[in-house]
């Protein structure tokens, strides 16, 4: 019998490991290399998990990213083709397919305003 196999969309991740936070700032690297996306299908592509995604965007991704296709696409197995276990009543649920993934520490650091005392 085969395994049923997804796949999680990292694009984010890769992108916050690399100091990018906005989709905004994606877009232009992607003209760059011949992938002209509107700012909505470019936020779709970073927010969303594709399910047709063109090789030549892929290519263009992993070159402004300096990543491979691991990085980008991991698979996972699929929703419900798992044998589920009986846990102990109040044990903490673990999170699918290992650790946690989130951002963590790859947060932008928030912006300090600071006004002149000569200014009203």
Not at 10 to 25: I, K, W, Y
Not at 66 to 84: K, N, Q
Not at 94 to 103: M, Q, W
Request: glycine letters at 8%.
């Amino acid at each position: 019998m085969t395994a049923k196999l997804d796949y999680r969309w990292r694009l984010r991740e890769v992108m916050a490991h690399r100091g990018m936070f906005s989709t905004t700032n994606l877009r232009p690297l992607l003209a760059e290399r011949g992938i002209d996306l509107s700012p909505s299908q470019t936020y779709r592509l970073v927010a969303e998990r594709p399910e047709r995604l063109s090789l030549k965007t892929l290519m263009a991704l992993l070159d402004v990213l300096g990543c491979a296709v691991e990085d980008l696409i991991e698979p996972v197995p699929a929703a419900g083709s798992l044998r589920r276990t009986k846990k102990a009543a109040g044990a903490p649920t673990p999170p699918a397919g290992g650790a946690p993934v989130g951002l963590g520490d790859f947060r932008p650091r928030r912006a300090r305003i600071v006004c002149d005392q000569d200014t009203p």
